[in-house]
T-cell receptor
Framework: GAVVSQHPSRVICKSGTSVKIECRSLDFQATTMFWYRQFPKQSLMLMAT?????????EQGVEKDKFLINHASLTLSTLTVTSAHPEDSSFYIC???????????FGPGTRLTVT | AQSVTQPDIHITVSEGASLELRCNYSYGATPYLFWYVQSPGQGLQLLLKYFSGDTLVQGIKGFEAEFKRSQSSFNLRKPSVHWSDAAEYFC????????????FGSGTRLLVRP
């Protein structure tokens, strides 16, 4: 099946700094990528949808200036958490889907800890 | 609005026993339905999906699910649970607006007694 990778798998950063998370589709072209946030013992919350070459569409309540999403190529999307604070600590998961695909393929997730 | 309900927050079964995880959805048309499994600190793995056709869907790891339109349900079943099945299980429905979005249920944590 289609493979999606995320990097890094874990990151610790200091409050006020920015951190970038990469999501890559390894063996298919991802026309659409999704970013989710998951709090401990909770479900996945969709943050935004990004289509290659277009601006991301953010879900209600998600700050677009804080969570910058770039989908510059058909195999890479990045999520940058700007001016991170401890409340941004979470598990971030990306997924991707390709042209004509009818399911999302999920990455392994990135654990962000802001100290 | 579309929604997915997983009424059981956690379920404990003995190894070798059968399992059924419940999922109910709210949707106006024929839904795309999915079951995913998540081990701690990991991403999601697709167990099975339903788009159309046979309402009994076979998935990986011996799981199956049955789509029942009359009950708006898509329950996940396994005849004999293994200790390695202990994980979090999420039911999801595909959004109706062709956006490929998924709407997830709150999840059911499966614990397996030896």
């Amino acid at each position: 099946g289609a493979v999606v990778s995320q990097h890094p798998s874990r990151v610790i950063c200091k409050s006020g700094t920015s951190v970038k998370i990469e999501c890559r589709s390894l063996d298919f072209q991802a026309t659409t990528m999704f970013w989710y946030r998951q709090f401990p013992k909770q479900s996945l919350m969709l943050m935004a949808t990004s289509n290659e070459g277009s601006k991301a569409t953010y879900e209600q309540g998600v700050e677009k200036d804080k969570f910058l999403i770039n989908h510059a190529s058909l195999t890479l999307s990045t999520l940058t958490v700007t001016s991170a604070h401890p409340e941004d600590s979470s598990f971030y998961i990306c997924s991707a889907t390709g042209q004509g695909a009818n399911e999302q393929y999920f990455g392994p997730g990135t654990r962000l800890t802001v100290t | 609005a579309q929604s997915v309900t997983q009424p059981d927050i956690h379920i404990t079964v003995s190894e070798g026993a059968s399992l059924e995880l419940r999922c109910n959805y709210s949707y106006g048309a024929t839904p795309y339905l999915f079951w995913y499994v998540q081990s701690p600190g990991q991403g999601l793995q697709l167990l099975l999906k339903y788009f159309s056709g046979d309402t009994l869907v076979q998935g990986i790891k011996g799981f199956e699910a049955e789509f029942k339109r009359s009950q708006s349900s898509f329950n996940l079943r396994k005849p004999s649970v293994h200790w390695s099945d202990a994980a979090e299980y999420f039911c999801a429905v595909g959004a109706s607006d062709s956006s490929y979005k998924l709407i997830f249920g709150s999840g059911t944590r499966l614990l397996v007694r030896p």
